[in-house]
């Protein structure tokens, strides 16, 4: 079946220390996102992508990094850098970066201890 | 800005109610605008989506409506059944380059749907 994978699902992480979420899709879509949720409030996009090779900061892009070097591959490290990185965490995929519908992972939930 | 506000945060209806979700938008050049369903623990699935070249659209127990000129736009659940619990979202597209958007969320909306 078709979709996006993310994983770990869960994720323990002590202060200072990087991280990388893995995030893989086999939909053939040229873009793809990464998106913090937290308690309460809407879904904020970290960074994006619009084909391999590229990909452009979005509204909260401080302390996260990404790479594009494969279609379906879009890891997102969160680095010590970043403030309060307890989140859920969650990357999508669409055709293109048209409005057009996001397809989603099923998340990873990070935590600092 | 970017901002779409979503109302009410939560809403609870005894099945077979409606329920209503509202949401409005800022960046009038917005042309599409997705309702996601999140289950507990998931990611968002999407259920509705509407152009802003139509007015209404409609999908068996679930309707959207949009209103360009007031820019709210409003999402209607018939017939509840307690499956429909789960934390709803809407969203409005803003352009941020030539032929990219990206969506801009509201802060979501807990349905519970009691039996």
């Known amino acids: ?113 | 800005g970017e901002n779409v506000e979503q109302h009410p945060s939560t809403l609870s209806v005894q099945e077979g109610d409606s329920a209503v979700i509202k949401c409005t938008y800022s960046d009038s050049a917005s042309n599409y605008f997705p309702w996601y369903k999140q289950e507990l623990g998931k990611g968002p699935q999407l259920i509705i989506d509407i152009r802003s070249n139509v007015g209404e659209k409609k999908d068996q127990r679930i309707a959207v409506t949009l209103n360009k000129t007031a820019k709210h736009f409003s999402l209607h659940i018939t017939e509840t059944q307690p499956e429909d619990s789960a934390v709803y979202f809407c969203a409005a597209s803003i352009r941020i380059l030539a032929g990219f958007q990206k969506l801009v969320f509201g802060t979501g909306t807990r349905l519970l749907v009691s039996p």
């Open chain 1, 1 to 113: 079946d078709g979709g996006i994978t993310q994983s770990p699902k869960y994720l323990f992480r002590k202060e200072g220390q990087n991280v990388t979420l893995s995030c893989e899709q086999n939909l053939n879509h040229d873009a793809m996102y990464w998106y913090r949720q937290d308690p309460g409030q809407g879904l904020r996009l970290i960074y994006y992508s619009q084909i391999v090779n590229d990909f452009q900061k979005g509204d909260i892009a401080e302390g996260y990094s990404v790479s594009r070097e494969k279609k379906e591959s879009f890891p997102l490290t969160v680095t010590s850098a970043q403030k309060n990185p307890t989140a859920f965490y969650l990357c999508a995929s669409s055709i293109s970066g048209s409005a057009g519908e996001l397809f989603f992972g099923e998340g990873s939930r990070l935590t600092v201890l």
